[in-house]
């Protein structure tokens, strides 16, 4: 279930590399699909991000974030240009949710 009257679906893929400062480069790409529960139309779209710390969670967590919040914008605004920027707000709190719960 997602929020107003959406649901959302991710696919997260990663490549992380420990450079000789012994920092964490990670990088991740989400496909999102975004699914309007009443009509059951549907869009897809893709995103990336990346991070570098010296922590692993902390890099995971934003390069996570960043591709998932990327590619939730780009799939809600091919429901429309008023709808994808209205949907900025509910996606920002989803992505947080997402990324410290998943």
Do not use: P, Q, W
């Amino acid at each position: 279930m997602g929020l107003c009257a959406f649901s959302f679906i991710f696919l997260l893929c990663k490549s992380m590399v420990k450079d000789e400062k012994l920092r964490y480069s990670v990088a991740y790409t989400a496909v999102v699909r975004v699914t309007h529960r009443k009509s059951g139309a549907f869009k897809e779209d893709c995103g990336a991000g990346d991070s570098t710390d010296r922590s692993i969670g902390t890099a995971v967590a934003h390069a996570m974030k960043s591709a998932i919040t990327d590619a939730m914008k780009r799939a809600s605004r091919h429901f429309g240009e008023k709808l994808g920027n209205c949907k900025f707000h509910c996606l920002k709190i989803l992505s947080h949710f997402v990324v410290h719960y998943h």
